[in-house]
């Protein structure tokens, strides 16, 4: 089982830039497929970006496509979300998790909050 821990969320104004981290802890990291995924106020969690684990295959919602960026170092077992041109609607809790998610792999998440 990989745990995962979630840092870099703040409070940014409109059209700010954030790179969020996810550590990962566990064997075999750099063979899972790799997601983000946020939940913003009173909706439901969706994914927004998607990782293979080579870091060469990526896949973004249409929402952030063109504005976010993942990544990842296998090395540093470490998964990243470089988000630019933030806007209010990114407000968000974000998550980390293997993609497709596992249920028993939900970290704490990290706030990410955009004032207008």
């Known amino acids: 089982q990989v745990q995962l821990v979630e840092s870099g969320g703040k409070l940014v104004q409109t059209g700010g830039s954030l790179r969020l981290s996810c550590a990962a802890s566990?064997?075999?990291?750099?063979?899972?497929?790799m997601g983000w995924f946020r939940q913003p106020p009173g909706k439901e969690r969706e994914r927004v970006a998607s990782?293979?684990?080579?870091?060469?295959?990526?896949t973004y919602a249409d929402s952030v496509k063109g504005r976010f960026t993942i990544s990842r170092d296998n090395i540093k077992n470490t998964v990243y979300l470089q988000m630019n041109s933030l806007k209010p609607e990114d407000t968000a809790v974000y998550y980390c998790n293997q993609n497709p998610p596992r249920d028993d792999s939900w970290g704490q998440g990290t706030q990410v909050t955009v004032s207008s």
């Open positions: 990782i293979a684990p080579s870091g060469i295959f990526k």
């Open positions: 566990g064997r075999a990291f750099s063979m899972y497929p």
